[in-house]
């Protein structure tokens, strides 16, 4: 193990590890319930903006730009602690949504539950 490696996984500074397409993964839970809302991809510019703003910032592969989440909708996400796994290269977000999470309306993007071949929606 490099050094850097032993700093980044047992050290207290905080060195997050893009991917080859300088990105890792998001996934942004309910503070108060633990469900889960929504995964998604940041950069290096959505995770400054995010821990500027308190509010939760992505990278959209699709739009191939910076987007805050509820920026049309209002239905942002306040985030109240960033988790970092072990070795920096994915974040969980605990968040206080303010509306549904889903661009469905759903209130979190995981409401199908995978039953064999089908996919059956389920509440809550």
């Known amino acids: 193990m490099s050094s850097d490696d032993a700093l980044r996984e047992q050290g207290g500074v905080f060195m997050p590890k893009f991917d080859g397409n300088g990105l890792m ?3 942004a839970v309910d503070s108060a319930s633990g469900r889960v809302l929504m995964v998604a ?28 989440k509820g920026e049309t909708s209002g239905h942002v996400l306040t985030v109240d ?37 089908r996919l059956e929606r389920v509440d809550g």
């Open 25 to 27: 993964s998001a996934v």
């Open 41 to 68: 991809f940041m950069d290096a510019e959505a995770l400054a903006a995010t821990r500027r703003t308190g509010k939760a910032h992505f990278h959209s592969r699709s739009r191939g730009r910076l987007w805050m």
């Open 81 to 117: 602690q960033i988790l970092v796994d072990c070795d920096q290269d994915a974040l969980v977000l605990r968040c206080t949504p303010a509306g549904p999470a889903c661009h469905t309306g759903a209130a979190t993007c995981f409401y199908r539950l995978l039953e064999d071949d």
